[in-house]
């Protein structure tokens, strides 16, 4: 038996066009923990984190796209590590 949780759960009538925006749709980061683990995951890739002029929210963007927006705590870390 799994010790996965369901954290949502797909329609059978959902459409193929409504699957593609889904895996398509930027993460969004909160954690410290969770954008460190992000990272590593696309450590092998070339992207960059960028933070908005008023820093009020972040993106990790690649080849251009926004792959994940950065906020709360994630946020205040690197905005944290930027004034170092």
């Known amino acids: 038996m799994s010790n996965t949780n ?23 980061l909160t954690t410290v923990t969770g954008y460190k683990d992000f990272v590593k995951r696309y450590s092998h890739t070339s992207f960059t984190t960028v933070l908005k002029e008023d820093q009020t929210e ?4 690649k080849d ?21």
Do not use: R, W
């Open 58 to 61: 972040g993106y990790v963007i």
């Open 6 to 28: 369901i954290l949502y759960k797909q329609s059978d009538n959902m459409s193929k066009s409504t699957n593609s925006f889904l895996k398509s749709a930027p993460v969004e």
């Open 64 to 84: 251009g796209d926004v792959i994940a927006t950065v906020l709360g705590d994630a946020l205040k870390h690197l905005i944290e590590e930027s004034h170092c």
